[in-house]
């Protein structure tokens, strides 16, 4: 079960794949769709599917606090870009089905060592004027969507990357821009 925003992506998601979904109609969550959310997280299991922009965030962020288990897809902002408007509605077939290939859980069965915040830093994922960017990039290709810097840490630790898929997404990154040293 996917959980989207609105019928246009609901629309799209069944184009791409044979998926039944839960509109939230909106970042405001009632009862009614939480209880929809929960049910079926208790039953199928829920992927949590919104448009990449702060309205999406925050439904996913008030629907991963409520329902433990909830699982991730993410799609990049330039891949959800209309021509006004960002949304999961604008993506292609072949990238919603990119972006539920690499769906990620905050559950996980075994733990991963991850970064610490002062490695973190040192990475430059923060402090630095690049580091919006640099956080933009790593998360398209680890595929689990950008973030402030705080929230982006969390976000790694919550879906469990670990240390050495973040230090060679960084590193295939940083070659990538030619900032190797």
Not at 22 to 47: F, N, P, Y
Not at 94 to 119: N, P, T
Not at 150 to 168: C, D, G
Request: charged share 30%.
């Amino acid at each position: 079960m996917i959980v989207v925003e609105g019928r246009n992506d609901t629309v799209t998601i069944k184009r791409a794949v044979k998926a039944d979904t839960i509109e939230t109609r909106g970042s405001a969550i009632g009862k009614e769709v939480m209880d929809q959310v929960r049910r079926a997280q208790s039953k199928r299991g829920v992927i949590i599917f919104t448009d990449p922009d702060y309205a999406g965030e925050r439904i996913r962020r008030v629907i991963s606090q409520e329902v433990p288990g909830v699982k991730h897809a993410f799609l990049p902002q330039d891949k959800a870009r209309g021509r006004k408007k960002i949304g999961i509605e604008h993506a292609t077939c072949e990238d919603i089905r990119e972006a539920l290939l690499h769906v990620r859980s905050e559950i996980g069965y075994e733990q991963v060592e991850s970064i610490s915040w002062e490695d973190y830093i040192d990475m430059g994922f923060t402090g630095l004027p690049d580091s919006s960017r640099l956080r933009q990039k790593v998360a398209d290709r680890l595929g689990i969507g950008f973030a402030n810097a705080k929230n982006f840490y969390q976000r790694l630790h919550a879906l469990q990357v670990s240390k050495e898929e973040l230090i060679s997404a960084w590193l295939q990154v940083r070659e990538e821009l030619g900032d190797v040293t």
